[in-house]
């Protein structure tokens, strides 16, 4: 694998990072300011996090299978 390629890997490695960070936050927010009212949407901010982390771990993977991490 190039230079090149790691450092693209490394990038959509710290943009799903990015995603998953701001899920988090978005239930961190409705648990601090809103949980009474907005409950109900808890459940789909939980899987979009969910999957964000899953898509993380697996570009996280790939970057790691090829040493360079």
Not at 16 to 44: C, G, M
């Amino acid at each position: 694998m190039s230079e090149e390629d790691i450092k693209a890997l490394k990038k959509e490695v710290s943009q799903k990072k990015r995603i998953a960070t701001e899920w988090a936050s978005q239930i961190h927010d409705l648990v601090e300011d809103r949980l009474f009212n907005d409950y109900d949407s808890l459940p789909e901010l939980a899987r979009q996090a969910h999957q964000a982390c899953l898509e993380w771990a697996e570009a996280k993977a790939r970057l790691d299978a090829t040493g360079a991490a």
